[in-house]
């Protein structure tokens, strides 16, 4: 289903030259690791001096296995047409190393400005890592932005619940700001008619009036806007029995067509995340809401940006 | 409120904070009597665990009494004295329904995180990263429990706070660790990793009938209380090869089941260690997976390697060939602490075993970043440190 709505716009995808920028990047860094590869397997005595490392027959044997390993993984870079897996891949080894790197920095037996410096180095390419992975994964989350298309995204979930019950949940379109976060409020304003409205964004809310246009219960819902209103807007949802009486397998799809472009392309990206990484996030409250009675909330997760986990003010 | 802050790697800080607050219906607010220092917060003062924040509060082992319900609370009320477990779990989802607290699907809110490193989230944990949801944790004078009507028990006024603290995580750990070998009567089980966690697990293996039980460390103080507390054999690793040392004690077959109680950060004598840390420097592992490579060289053929020991990303040199090729089975997991806690409080209370004798150090909780520093180093025969925050 998801790969089926990538195929069907694929065609129209218009960041197509950035996708080459980032797949030029993706091939700077698989040579990056060929050559440091190179480097530790012709020349592991000067790498090791480099690093800071004690520079013993062991250090340098092992650092010609490293070697080996980053040629591997520089090949495979270079080698798969789309390489955001080998890409997100570096970046979780940078990052878990990084850490792991802190503690050379205080083994006395290493020379810890040098270690300090190849940090600082290894902070340089995951910088790079991470943006070349995360543009290369957008649009393979099942949520691309095209020109005329605007955002269409399909995600599932399971619930722990009948199907009726999470139909009847959704059917309630008043129900839903209390899951997807980037809306304020959903008004019934009439039979199958309602009005929607965001949250603000950049001081700006978008407002809407939708009609439902399938209502099969439990199986179906299906709403889209208005003519003529500030977005376009449709979505779907269905309602199947999970296997083995699991409870109900969700299947979501939507989309917005933005009026210039500017302000669908933000709402889908409001908090921060694709638009099918956003539509993830509101499945799972769904879930938690249905399953649980609530939606879950930590000390750091209730307020936006980055903070530290205790209770707020 | 006070409490203690992680602010970087090796950095501690007791510090004040705003009082908790009741966010669901479901929550408690739980003044907390006594919360213990674990061997998996040294993983976050080593800064092994990535997401970490300056300022999050820590701490996961902790008990104490109920001061505060929110609606959906009914089985809590105010006075009561509990203990609360290390994962935060629902209760009602596919994971809580079939017993696996620790992964469970809705108490994380940061879930998405997860999934980037791992595939899918497990649940949250107090005070261990925002990764696992950016709960604060519990080295503080209060915390706020979710899903209060899931996890915390009850317990009675004649067992100390000591006597049940562990029941938050390590005694329900090392128990999960020995009931995931499946003893069977006449087993041996070997231990890597003389811990608390490890301690317990000898322990559990006993009462679970192994006939044999083999711990392995090097530090003296630990290996002197697995023989004496647990009445495990010892193996110093600084003065045996482990494999070999095995290998003699069970007529070449090897143990039939190996617990590694030791996780990512295993010390790393010789020349693996110089193997490990030099990759280590060059950033292309994550954790030394000495005690579990050992573990799994170790175990006899068709036998079971469980994993409690922590650990984070990725390894080197896993020998899945050992595996494979002798029929090995491989169990882990975080605690799922839920599960274990009523049957081992009646464990406890018939006086079948008391987990207090790990305990070696208590401490104000303003104490609390000396106590990393201490137990860091082992220092003082240091094995297990309570906090006393009120
Ligand atoms: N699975 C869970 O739910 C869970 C819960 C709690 C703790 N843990 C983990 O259990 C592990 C142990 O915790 P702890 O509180 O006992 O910590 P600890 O630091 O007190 O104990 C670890 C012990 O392992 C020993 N050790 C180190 N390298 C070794 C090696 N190569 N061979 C044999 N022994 C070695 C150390 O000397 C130390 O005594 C940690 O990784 C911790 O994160 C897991
Ligand atoms: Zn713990
Ligand atoms: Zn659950």
Known sequence: MELQTNRRHAESRPDESQHSQEEQLANGLGWFSIGLGLAEVAAPRAVARLAGLENKGRTRTTLRFYGFRELAAGIGILSQPRPAGWMWGRVAGDLMDLASLGSALSSDDNNRAKVATATAAVVAVMALDVRCGQQLSNGRDGGGMTKNSGTSVTKTVVIGRPPEEVHRFWRDFSNLPSFMKYLDSVQITGEGRSHWKTRALGGKTVEWDAELVEDEAPTRIAWRSLDGSEIHHSGSVRFERAPGGRGTLVRVEMQYVPPGGAVGASLAKLFGFAPGQQVAEDLRRLKQFMETGEVAKSDASIHRGMHAARPAE | ?390
């Not at chain 2, 219906?25 to 665990?49: K, M, P």
């Not at chain 2, 603290?165 to 995931?180: V, W």
């Not at chain 2, 083999?214 to 003065?239: Q, V, W």
């Not at chain 2, 617990?259 to 790393?268: F, N, Q, R, S, T």
Request: charged share 20%; glycine share 12%.
């Open chain 2, 1 to 390: 409120m006070r409490a203690n802050c992680w602010i970087g790697k090796h950095d501690m800080r007791v510090q004040n904070v705003p009082d908790p607050k009741i966010l669901n219906d479901r929550d408690a607010i739980v003044r907390i009597t006594s919360t213990a220092i674990c061997g998996s917060d040294l993983h976050l003062y080593n800064g092994f665990i990535p997401t970490m924040e300056s300022g999050d509060i820590v701490g996961h082992e902790f008990m104490g009494e109920v001061i505060e319900t929110g609606r959906g609370v009914q089985n809590l009320q105010k006075g009561d004295r509990v203990v609360v477990p290390f994962p935060i779990a629902c209760g009602s989802c596919f994971s809580c329904q079939h017993g696996l607290f620790s992964v469970c699907e809705n108490s994380n809110p940061n879930a998405w995180m997860a999934e980037k490193m791992w595939g899918h989230s497990p649940a949250g944990l107090f005070g261990y990263s925002h990764l696992l949801g950016g709960y604060a944790g519990g080295h503080a004078e209060y915390a706020r429990v979710p899903f209060a009507d899931v996890g915390p028990i009850k317990v009675p006024e004649e067992l100390t706070d000591e006597q049940v603290l562990f029941l938050s995580d390590i005694f329900p750990t090392g128990y999960m660790g020995a009931e995931m070998c499946d003893i069977q009567p006449g087993d041996t089980i070997a231990v890597w990793g003389c811990g608390p966690v490890g301690l317990l697990a000898m322990k559990s293996a006993f009462l679970l009938g192994a006939e044999r039980v083999i711990a392995i460390d090097r530090f003296p103080e630990r290996l002197a209380m697995a023989r004496e507390k647990t009445g495990a054999e010892t193996i110093n690793y600084e003065e045996l090869s482990v494999h070999d040392a095995l290998k003699e004690m069970t007529g070449g077959r090897g143990p039939d089941a190996c617990i590694d109680a030791v996780g990512m950060e295993a010390h790393a004598p010789g020349a693996i260690g110089a193997y490990d840390r030099a990759k280590q420097a060059m950033m292309l592992e994550t954790g030394r997976p000495v005690a579990l490579r050992q573990a799994i060289m170790a175990c006899r053929n068709g036998g079971t390697v469980s994993v409690i020991g922590v650990y984070g990303g990725f390894i080197d040199k896993f020998p899945m060939g050992s595996v494979m090729n002798r029929s090995l089975k491989i169990r882990t997991g975080q605690c799922h602490v839920q599960r274990y806690m009523r049957p081992l409080l009646d464990r406890i209370q018939r006086g079948e075993i008391d987990p207090s004798f790990i305990i070696t150090h208590r401490m104000r909780l303003e104490d609390a970043p000396e106590g990393f520093a201490m137990f860091l180093k082992k220092q003082d025969d240091c094995i297990k440190i309570v906090l006393k925050p009120h």
